[in-house]
């Protein structure tokens, strides 16, 4: 089993509507959950981190876990062509490496 | 600028040549990771350092592989007798973290390298 779990997608939505990403992981242990986007040819940038159940909200982002289910997804609100990229879960386990999913595949139709 | 570093960007080489990567992470980082990734996958475990110690590295990784991070600050990746099934991009990134906890890991451009 992977420690980390993503549809690969690919995900299309259309502009301006809500992207959903989901993650789970294997680690009952993991404590810190990160989200990275990546644009093709270019290494992953970090957009959110989680370390408490429940929703944490940066602008257009929004970041749920939910540990009971080990279970962690990533909400884009008014999706704009410019998130069309591949989004990257990663788990954290204490004191240990950072494991990624394959990542989802998200294209934002104008 | 003061994000993590890497170099070259782009490495092209002929089989059976050893290469070395650097990786310069963000100064007060003490952890340092190097990861593996090819097309449609996700990074994949390299190995770990804790300012100079290496506390983890792949099962994967063959014995062709070798990581340093002498003084704790930049890290070298070397790899012997390329192979093509080497080509891919390599990516350093860097945290920091005390025992269990970790902040979030940053990236650095990665180092894209072509075995032919």
């Known amino acids: 089993q992977k420690e980390v779990e993503q549809?690969?997608?690919?995900?299309?939505?259309?502009?301006?509507?809500?992207?959903?990403?989901n993650c789970t992981y294997s680690d009952r242990?993991?404590?810190?959950?990160?989200?990275?986007?990546?644009?093709?040819?270019?290494?992953?940038?970090?957009?959110?981190?989680i370390y408490s159940n429940g929703d944490k909200e940066?602008?257009?982002?929004?970041?749920?876990?939910?540990?009971?289910?080990?279970?962690?997804?990533?909400?884009?609100?008014?999706?704009?062509?410019?998130?069309?990229a591949t989004y990257?879960?990663?788990?954290?386990?204490?004191?240990?490496?950072?494991?990624?999913?394959?990542?989802?595949?998200?294209?934002?139709?104008? | 600028d003061t994000g993590v570093s890497q170099n070259p960007r782009h490495?092209?080489?002929?089989r059976g040549q050893n290469v070395t990567f650097?990786?310069?992470p963000i100064s007060e980082h003490n952890r340092l990771y190097w990861y593996r990734q090819t097309?449609?996958?996700?990074?994949?475990?390299?190995?770990?350092?804790?300012?100079?110690?290496?506390?983890?590295?792949?099962?994967?990784?063959?014995?062709?592989?070798?990581?340093?991070?002498p003084k704790g600050s930049f890290s070298t990746l070397e790899i012997q007798r390329t192979e093509q099934g080497d080509s891919a991009m390599y990516l350093c990134a860097s945290s920091l973290g005390e025992g269990t906890l970790n902040t979030e890991a940053f990236f650095g451009q990665g180092t894209r390298l072509t075995v032919v």
């Open chain 1, 7 to 21: 549809n690969s997608g690919p995900l299309s939505v259309p502009e301006g509507a809500i992207a959903s990403l």
């Open chain 1, 29 to 49: 242990g993991s404590q810190s959950f990160f989200w990275y986007r990546q644009y093709s040819g270019k290494s992953p940038e970090l957009i959110m981190f």
């Open chain 1, 58 to 84: 940066d602008g257009r982002f929004t970041a749920q876990l939910n540990k009971a289910s080990q279970y962690v997804s990533l909400l884009i609100r008014d999706s704009q062509p410019s998130d069309s």
């Open chain 1, 88 to 110: 990257l879960c990663a788990v954290n386990p204490p004191g240990n490496q950072f494991y990624f999913g394959t990542g989802t595949s998200l294209t934002v139709i104008p």
């Open chain 2, 11 to 14: 490495k092209i080489t002929k």
């Open chain 2, 22 to 24: 650097r990786c310069d």
């Open chain 2, 39 to 69: 097309l449609g996958q996700g990074p994949e475990f390299l190995t770990y350092f804790q300012n100079e110690a290496q506390l983890e590295k792949s099962r994967l990784l063959s014995d062709r592989f070798s990581a340093e991070r």
